[in-house]
């Protein structure tokens, strides 16, 4: 017994986990395609957002979101959250107490250069 834990991987793949390596391995320039049209459509988010009113900062990582850091606070990033959602049937997720920081966050995902112009117009009139 203590042979085969020896041999066993540090972490078990499940079949669907394993299926999807595969199919990376098979599709690697298919990949890379995707990997470089999300940091641009990424980059085009964080421009369009970062001139906002209200605004205070905005972080960009190496995922498809970004974080926008807006001024009033966890508050104003709750209700922002709610009156996109309301008003123009965007969801913005409210990260504020993820940062733990005392200031207002708002996680907002990478979607095309259209949904990022109506994201920002709808800002702009929320």
């Known amino acids: 017994m203590e042979d085969l834990r020896r041999e066993q991987p540090v972490w078990a793949l499940g079949s669907l986990a394993e299926h999807f390596l595969e199919m990376l391995l098979k599709r690697r320039g ?8 999300t940091r641009a459509d990424r980059e085009d988010l964080r421009a369009r957002v970062r001139g906002l009113p209200g605004v205070r900062e905005v972080l960009v ?8 850091g807006v001024e009033g606070g966890p508050a104003e990033a709750a209700r ?9 049937a965007l969801y913005l997720k409210d990260a504020s107490a993820k940062m733990d920081d005392g200031h207002g966050w708002l996680r907002v995902a990478v979607r095309t250069p259209k949904d990022h112009k109506a994201l920002a117009n709808a800002w702009v009139s929320t």
Request: charged share 25%; aromatic share 4%.
């Open 30 to 37: 298919e990949l890379e395609v995707s990997l470089v049209r």
């Open 61 to 68: 990582g190496g995922g498809n979101f970004v974080l926008v």
């Open 80 to 88: 922002r959250c709610a009156s996109m959602l309301r008003d123009h």
